[in-house]
C-alpha cells in the first residue's frame, strides 16, 4: 500500500493489530511523513508513540469495555434493568502517555 500510494498521508487502522503498520512506516522510509493513527494502548504502541511512529492512539480499554459487557449480561440474566455507563475514550500521543 505504501508503495503503490506515495501520497498517503494518514493511516488509521481501526482494529488492534498495529504491529506490522508499525514495521511497515519505517521500512518503507516514510516514518515522519505518515500520520499513523491506530487502536489501544499497549506496550507495543506505547513503544511506537514514543519513537513517533505512531502518532496517536485512541483507547478504548478493552478490559473495562469485557466487564461492562458482563454486567449487562448478567443484569439481563437475572432480569434486571440495563444499567450501562458511557465507556472511557482516551486520546492518546507522545505528550500524555500515562505512567504505569
Known amino acids: 500500500m505504501l508503495t503503490r500510494h506515495p501520497d ?10 498495529n504491529r506490522e503498520i508499525v514495521r511497515a512506516v519505517p521500512d518503507s522510509g516514510k516514518a515522519g511523513s505518515i ?5 489501544d494502548l499497549t506496550d507495543h504502541t506505547k513503544e511506537a508513540l514514543l519513537q513517533g511512529t505512531v502518532d496517536i492512539i485512541i483507547d478504548q480499554n478493552p478490559r473495562v469495555q469485557v466487564r461492562e459487557a458482563y454486567q449487562q449480561l448478567f443484569r439481563g440474566v437475572n432480569g434486571q434493568e440495563w444499567n450501562s455507563h458511557p465507556l472511557r475514550i482516551q486520546i492518546i500521543c507522545r505528550e500524555n502517555i500515562p505512567e504505569d
Not at 8 to 16: E, P
Not at 35 to 39: A, L, M, R
Open 8 to 17: 498517503l498521508a494518514v493511516i488509521y487502522n481501526m482494529s488492534s493489530g
Open 35 to 39: 500520520v499513523f493513527v491506530g487502536h
